[in-house]
Nanobody, 121 residues
Framework: QVQLVESGGGSVQAGGSLRLSCAYS?????MGWLRQAPGKEREGVAG???????IYSDSVKGRFTISQDSAKNTLFLMMTSLKPEDTGLYYC??????????????????WGQGTQVTVSS
């Protein structure tokens, strides 16, 4: 069983930055950040595998960075150059089985409650 609690969301103007944090308990083989905008399906934003490999969606590549502090059981998402289209509810997720980073929501078994990110133009 993995428990996840996100924090760090908020409102920011376009071009600004935010850092999301996810405090977790339990062990997993992969972790990731996914988001859901109003009226849209949930989409993977960034993932990190057991060995530390990372993967990003094309829409955030070069702007977002996923990292993990295993000693503190915390997952981060550093978001820079934010755009209005980055607005959404951001979820931290964890998966078991296999060790590859992934953006597919179906590969994640455990989910946090989400933290809202709003980017205004």
């Amino acid at each position: 069983q993995v428990q996840l609690v996100e924090s760090g969301g908020g409102s920011v103007q376009a071009g600004g930055s935010l850092r999301l944090s996810c405090a977790y308990s339990g062990s997993s083989d992969r972790m990731g950040w996914l988001r859901q905008a109003p009226g849209k399906e949930r989409e993977g934003v960034a993932g990190i595998g057991y060995s530390g490999t990372t993967i990003y969606s094309d829409s955030v590549k070069g702007r977002f960075t996923i990292s993990q502090d295993s000693a503190k059981n915390t997952l981060f998402l550093m978001m820079t150059s934010l755009k209005p289209e980055d607005t959404g509810l951001y979820y931290c997720a964890a998966g078991v089985g296999g060790n590859s980073a992934t953006l597919w929501s179906s590969r994640y078994k455990y989910w946090g409650q989400g933290t809202q990110v709003t980017v205004s133009s």
